[in-house]
């Protein structure tokens, strides 16, 4: 995936819209990324590739247009990332949601794919879903507080140590929010 062109971004809102060779693609990207040490929900590489397939399988059955929605960039056809905005039904905190599992694949970085598709996320929030506002968490020590911070996101906390990547390395876990969407 070395095209220059710009992204196909591409939101899919039940399991009914998903193409048969796209868990595959999604599995593909996830393991690539968690395996090059991404803090996309999978934190000890190597992972086990019947794992992700069944962590995929999963977040496709709970799409919907109303609790979590799949975001994927593709260049030339293929999946260059993705992430999931999810929201819970409950009153008390329906007006926002996460966001999830933000990545893109190694060898399109850099050309901006992770930054729209955050901000794509942002518009679908906004004006599909009625969001008021997203959070997420992220893992410190990445980079990840500059990326999001660039994109309007604000650090409003921090689990100090929350996150133990292995022995000696215990990292936070950053809150970030995006608000007003």
């Not at 019947?50 to 994927?72: K, N």
């Not at 260059?80 to 599992?101: E, F, K, N, Q």
Request: glycine residues 14%; contains cysteine; negative net charge.
């Amino acid at each position: 995936m070395t095209s220059d062109k710009a992204p196909i971004f591409q939101q899919f809102v039940s399991p009914e819209g998903i193409t048969e060779d796209f868990p595959e693609a999604l599995a593909e990207c996830w393991t690539e990324v968690s395996n090059a040490g991404g803090a996309a929900g999978f934190p000890f590489p190597p992972v086990d590739a019947a794992e992700v397939a069944a962590a995929v399988g999963r977040l496709i059955a709970g799409l919907s247009p109303t609790g979590s929605r799949l975001i994927a960039a593709t260049v030339d056809g293929g999946l260059a990332g993705w992430l999931t905005i999810r929201r819970d039904a409950h009153p008390l905190v329906a007006h926002w949601g996460t966001l999830h599992h933000v990545q893109t694949r190694l060898g399109v970085r850099g050309r901006g794919i992770g930054a729209g598709l955050v901000r794509r996320a942002r518009d679908v929030a906004r004006d599909e879903m009625g969001l008021e506002q997203l959070h997420l968490a992220v893992r410190g020590g990445a980079g990840l507080e500059e990326f999001y911070g660039r994109l309007g996101w604000q650090e409003i906390g921090r689990w100090p140590g929350a996150l133990r990547l292995g022995a000696d390395d215990d990292r936070d876990e950053v809150l970030m929010l995006l608000s007003p969407l």
